[in-house]
T-cell receptor
Framework: GQNIDQPTEMTATEGAIVQINCTYQ??????LFWYQQHAGEAPTFLSY??LDGLEEKGRFSSFLSRSKGYSYLLLKELQMKDSASYLC????????????WGLGTSLAVNP | GAGVSQSPSNKVTEKGKDVELRCDPISGHTALYWYRQSLGQGLEFLIY????????KSGLPSDRFSAERTGGSVSTLTIQRTQQEDSAVYLC?????????FGPGTRLTVT
């Protein structure tokens, strides 16, 4: 079957670094996405990885290992506004538009 | 420019009634998705439209759910004979490439 696993909750301190892991088992692979969702709001796109390695975008980086079925989202210099749910999603189809979504990791950033 | 819009933002209905939820995607986006998100849960895929192709309805939970997209633009999700378990936030997203842009959602409460 199709499965995406990520921790349910994480806490971190303002200014610190946090890594949110995601493992997946899907029938195919055509890219992995990370989205951020603040409470009561819609998800917003953070990153897309289709090749192995690290993609860096400002304070956020995303890593992918296809052989291990593993990704992580790295958040540096944490700010209070980073408190949100982080959703990992995988495209397993030839068109990378129908996604399989994880349940999300709720990150609380404390002062 | 304008983002994805959804209406109504909130809908309270009695069990057994029909409801219609509307989504206006970003102009020029050929792909449109409907998702459902229950409290504290991940996104549940419902249906996907791509251009003039037949929609992917594989995520619709029952035959009470249906959706259409007119003129390749506006989409309506219809739930017939609503049940309490239909209570959730219904999110619409559109895309031109791999990044999905989400609307603010419709919070449906079935009493």
């Amino acid at each position: 079957g199709q499965n995406i696993d990520q921790p349910t909750e994480m806490t971190a301190t303002e200014g610190a670094i946090v890594q949110i892991n995601c493992t997946y088992q899907t029938s195919g692979f055509n890219g992995l996405f990370w989205y951020q969702q603040h409470a009561g709001e819609a998800p917003t796109f953070l990153s897309y990885n289709v090749l192995d390695g690290l993609e860096e975008k400002g304070r956020f980086s995303s890593f992918l290992s296809r052989s291990k079925g593993y990704s992580y989202l790295l958040l540096k210099e944490l700010q209070m506004k980073d408190s949100a749910s982080y959703l990992c999603a995988v495209s397993n189809a030839g068109n990378n538009r129908k996604l399989i979504w994880g349940l999300g990791t709720s990150l609380a950033v404390n002062p | 420019g304008a983002g994805v819009s959804q209406s109504p933002s909130n809908k309270v209905t009695e069990k057994g009634k029909d409801v219609e939820l509307r989504c206006d995607p970003i102009s020029g986006h050929t792909a449109l998705y409907w998702y459902r998100q229950s409290l504290g849960q991940g996104l549940e895929f419902l249906i996907y439209f791509q251009g003039n192709s037949a929609p992917d309805k594989s995520g619709l939970p029952s035959d009470r759910f249906s959706a259409e997209r007119t003129g390749g633009s506006v989409s309506t999700l219809t739930i017939q004979r609503t049940q309490q378990e239909d209570s959730a936030v219904y999110l619409c997203a559109s895309s031109k490439g791999y990044e999905q842009y989400f609307g603010p959602g419709t919070r449906l409460t079935v009493t």
